[in-house]
């Protein structure tokens, strides 16, 4: 079978069109080739990276959908749960105000994911203060809990790669330092 599309027409096939969007600027904007034999190369790599390990919106869209007989059973009103640790989340000023603990990633996992205390978030980190532009993303942990809660498990301290090389270590005065407003039972 052939597809024949109409040139410079971007509605006559537009998964071509979207697809050739995507590769041109997710990647052939930013690469140089030298030889066709090296595009070739490049391109089989970027393939490879395409369909293995680049987030596709459409199969996070899918993945939402794919519930089914989905009820809703009742409205939750802040405040109105059965235990502090469930129920629904007071608004993001609270977390705020509360200050966070680094917490173990085995404890969030087993334990904490279900608690409104707990949570898993995106941490971007400047790797050099002269060029802030130079920053790397990972996902860390962290509680807002009651100081007294029996799960929690503190986790490792934070480690920060730096410029030439360096690793700065966040020390444990820092979560004290988050939390010291609070009570044990806050």
């Not at 007989?69 to 640790?85: C, F």
Request: with cysteine.
């Amino acid at each position: 079978m052939e597809i024949k599309t109409v040139p410079y027409v971007s509605l006559s096939h537009p998964f071509v069109e979207r697809l050739i969007g995507t590769l041109r600027r997710e990647y052939l904007d930013r690469t140089l080739f030298w030889t066709t034999a090296d595009l070739e190369a490049k391109l089989l790599e970027f393939q490879h990276y395409y369909n293995h390990y680049r987030v596709h919106t459409a199969r996070e869209i899918a993945d939402l959908y794919r519930v089914s007989k989905l009820k809703l059973i009742a409205h939750g009103e802040p405040g109105t749960a059965t235990s502090l640790w469930h129920g629904v989340p007071p608004p993001l000023a609270v977390y705020r105000e509360r200050g966070h603990r680094r917490l173990a990633t085995t404890a969030y996992e087993s334990q904490c994911s279900s608690c409104i205390w707990g949570c898993a978030m995106a941490v971007e980190m400047i790797i050099d203060q002269w060029k802030p532009d130079r920053r790397r993303y990972r996902t860390e942990t962290f509680c807002y809990g009651p100081l007294s809660c029996s799960k929690y498990r503190p986790g490792p301290t934070r480690k920060v790669p730096g410029r030439s090389g360096m690793t700065y270590e966040e020390q444990d005065w820092v979560d004290q330092d988050a939390t010291s407003h609070r009570g044990p039972d806050e």
